[in-house]
């Protein structure tokens, strides 16, 4: 059995697959799923897991170079907001793109891990850095 990391066998399988620039998406409830990408759906209930603690357990264990967010999310998520900011503090380039721009880059994921988040525009394509 695993002693650290991720114990989601599918998350810790995604994560050691990625080569630098391919993409995860970590998602609310709500955002639609592109047909053929995968899906680790780790949704219990509305709000668990949350998107802010999946997303801190992942980049725990992800080399993070850059990270998209829904422009939206500025103004009505203010703790998602938070986050970006937080990560941007951390050396992680943020981009900002229309809802529309973000679902339509979505397609080109590796995996989706949906959480239970049910507040608006939570939602993060992380982008794969190097570890060297």
Same mark, same amino acid.
Do not use: W
């Given at each position: 059995?695993?002693?650290?990391?991720?114990?989601?066998?599918?998350?810790?399988?995604?994560?050691?697959?990625?080569?630098?620039?391919?993409?995860?998406?970590?998602?609310?409830?709500?955002?639609?799923?592109?047909?053929?990408?995968?899906?680790?759906?780790?949704?219990?209930?509305? !709000?668990?897991?949350?998107?802010?603690?999946?997303?801190?357990?992942?980049? *725990?264990?992800? @080399?993070?170079? %850059? /990270? $998209?967010?829904?422009?939206?999310?500025?103004?009505?998520?203010?703790?998602?907001?938070?986050?970006?900011?937080?990560?941007?503090?951390? !050396?992680?380039?943020?981009?900002?793109?229309?809802?529309?721009?973000?679902? *339509?880059?979505? @397609?080109?994921? %590796? /995996? $989706?891990?949906?959480?239970?988040?049910?507040?608006?525009?939570?939602?993060?394509?992380?982008?794969?850095?190097?570890?060297?």
């Amino acid at each position: 059995m695993k002693k650290h990391g991720h114990l989601n066998r599918d998350i810790a399988r995604i994560l050691a697959s990625m080569g630098h620039t391919d993409s995860l998406v970590i998602a609310d409830c709500g955002l639609p799923i592109p047909p053929g990408v995968e899906c680790v759906d780790l949704s219990l209930k509305l !709000g668990q897991p949350g998107f802010l603690e999946t997303l801190d357990s992942v980049l *725990a264990d992800f @080399q993070c170079e %850059r /990270a $998209v967010f829904a422009s939206e999310s500025q103004d009505r998520n203010p703790p998602v907001a938070a986050k970006a900011a937080a990560m941007a503090q951390d !050396g992680v380039a943020l981009e900002f793109v229309s809802h529309e721009t973000f679902k *339509a880059r979505c @397609q080109a994921a %590796r /995996a $989706v891990i949906r959480t239970g988040e049910s507040t608006p525009y939570a939602n993060v394509i992380l982008h794969s850095g190097v570890i060297f």
